[in-house]
Structure formats: C-alpha cells, structure tokens
C-alpha cells in the first residue's frame, strides 16, 4: 500500500489531490450533518460553486444524501470514508508526523488527525473523536475518568459514544469551574461525557480560583473530601493544553496577574500551572482538585491540543510535563516539526 502511494504521488498528484479535497468533504459532512452547502463551504474555506459541484458528484455515488435540513451520509458513504482513513493517514504524511513528534516530544504515543483547527474550527470534533477512542482503547470495567474543562474536552464530551467491552464507567471532574461559558466548564462536560457514554458522573462544585484561607475550608467539607478522593483514585486522565494569556484572560485574572505572566513570558496552561518556553512552571493559581504532580502517577494521562497555534504550548507542556500520550492535528504538528 505503501508504495502505491508513493508512485501515485508522483505519477499523478493531482489525483491524489481531488481525492483528499472529496475526503475532506466527506469527513466533514460526516461530523457537522445535517449541513447545507453554504454552511459547509464556509467551514471548509471552499467556494459555494467549486463546492457545488463536489456534492453533486458525492451524491451521484451514493456517498451523499440530500435533504431538506442539509446533507447527510449515506451508509456507503461511511464505509468508504472508514476504508479510506489509513490510506488518507499515508497520502498526508500523517504516520511520519506522529513518529517526528513522538522523538521531539520524547513520548510513546502521539495521534494526529489532518487539518488545523485553528482554520478549520470543526476540526476539533475530529480531534474529539480520536481522543474518545483513545480512551475507548485504555479504559477496563468500572474505569474512573478524570476529565477538565475547556473548547477542546467540550468537543471530546460531543464525540463521545458508548463503549461496547466495558461497564460501570465514572466519569469525575477533575477540577472546578472556569467562571466562563457553562458548555466549557468541567462539570458540564463530565456529565455529558457519562451520559454518552452510558456511565455515571460525580463533580466538584468548587469554584476554580480561590484563596488560601477559602482553599483550607473547601477541603475540609465532607462532599469535597469524597470528590477528591474519587479524582486521586482515577486511572484515566484526560485534558487540554491552553495558551498563557487567553487562559488569563478566560479566568478575568488580575491586571497584575496578567502583567506577571507576560513578563514571565508564559506560553502554557494546564491545571491552573503556568508554563514558560523551557517548561518551567512561572506561576500557579490556587485551585481544588487534580494537580500537575498528579499526574505523574501511575496512570494513564491523554492531554489534547490542536491548531498551529498551540504549537508553542504543547512544546513547553512536554519539556518537563509528565508522560502522556497526546492527541493533536496536523496544524500544530507540523509547526512543531
């Protein structure tokens, strides 16, 4: 198969290109349906014409069905798509990238998904996907998943399904409240996560910057105290990697804390942990729940971040983060490369 590609690619490349543009549709469609054409051609970055003609053909092959609320898949439709996700994988050069990327970051398992989300925003529901069925892939009956917030776990708890070889799922939320969107807190995606996926939730209603004083307090309550517990007992770890100052600035940090690190130069964010370029932590927000020594535990940590954009955190997380198996796109892969 290998080497199929590898003379197509010379041979005739402008094959292999109308092939990923349809692919691309496809997985596209696939993800956002039902969806009309100027929507899709808008998420794509395609005109409405060249797009036009595209579906058309899509539909004419039975890949595609139109309806009156947008387009969906057809179950050919799926089935190709899922033949043609290795094949795809080889023609991107995605392999490549994730063994580049496993050497640079000095990890085990690296899963990227093509495109960049920071173009592509329905990317992240891609990225989602590959970071459930990592997930799918680590998790045993009677599982405990310790889940963040933020854009990136909201797309993961969308993508979830239920596992078919386990049982008794609990899903925790590892953290407290960002103080932001309620669609992007950690409570809110925990319980949507289990709902998914058929298992049950405990959360932590706590909020997610505090004070010394207030900290001591929340942590002698006895509901935190079996919250806490169930997230120090979870085997699975799963969370984002922020930029510094859009996660400042989400939490409506201080002008002095913002000020502080900027001048820190803070590239990364992860459990309230600020990150400088060389991985050094610059500053840490008070906060209940999961801690960054945490997870260097014997357990299994899926951290996911994608768009070139968050090439430059992911960098910084992985100098001195812990051992993790990360899931990114291509955007951030190949800036990091």
């Known amino acids: ?42 998420h794509l970055g395609m005109t409405e014409r060249v ?12 890949l595609l069905h139109m309806e009156t609320s947008g387009m969906r898949m057809t179950e050919d439709g799926l089935r190709l798509l899922e033949a043609l996700d290795d094949v795809m994988n080889e023609v991107l050069g995605i392999p490549q990238l994730e063994e580049q990327l496993c050497r640079k970051l000095d990890l085990t398992k690296v899963v990227v998904v093509p495109g960049d989300s920071d173009e592509l925003p329905w990317i992240k529901n891609d990225l989602g996907l590959a970071a459930v069925k990592v997930m799918e892939s680590l998790v045993k009956d009677k599982s405990i998943i310790a889940v963040t917030g933020g854009t990136t776990l909201a797309s993961v708890a969308e993508m979830m399904y239920p596992f078919k070889k386990v049982s ?21 995606i925990c319980a949507k996560m289990a709902e998914k996926a058929d298992g049950s939730y405990r959360l932590l209603h706590v909020p997610d910057q505090i004070s010394e004083s207030t900290f001591q307090t929340l942590i002698q309550e006895p509901m935190i105290q079996d919250a806490l517990e169930l997230i120090q007992s979870a085997d699975v770890i799963v969370h984002g990697i922020g930029d510094a100052m859009t996660m400042a600035e989400r939490r409506r940090s201080s002008e ?9 130069q803070a590239v990364a964010e992860t459990f309230g942990y600020y990150f400088n370029q060389e991985g050094q932590v610059v500053h840490k927000v008070k906060t209940v729940g999961l801690q960054l020594e945490n997870l260097y535990e014997n357990r299994h940590v899926i951290a996911i971040a994608g768009g070139r954009s968050k090439a430059k955190a992911i960098e910084a997380y992985f100098k001195q983060g812990p ?6 796109d291509e955007g951030a892969a190949r800036q990091l490369i």
């Open 51 to 62: 797009l036009r003609s595209e579906v058309s053909f899509l539909s004419e092959q039975g």
């Open 323 to 328: 051992h993790s198996i990360l899931v990114t």
């Open 256 to 264: 002095g804390l913002l000020k502080k690190i900027e001048e820190a």
């Open 1 to 42: 198969m290998d080497t199929i590609v590898k003379w197509q690619q010379k041979l005739v490349p402008d094959l292999l290109d109308m092939m990923a543009s349809r692919y691309r549709i496809l997985q596209a469609v696939s993800i956002l349906q039902p969806i009309g054409r100027r929507m899709l051609s808008g």
């Open 168 to 188: 008794d799922l609990l899903f925790v939320s590892a953290r407290g409240g960002l103080g932001e969107q309620v669609d992007n807190q950690a409570n809110t």
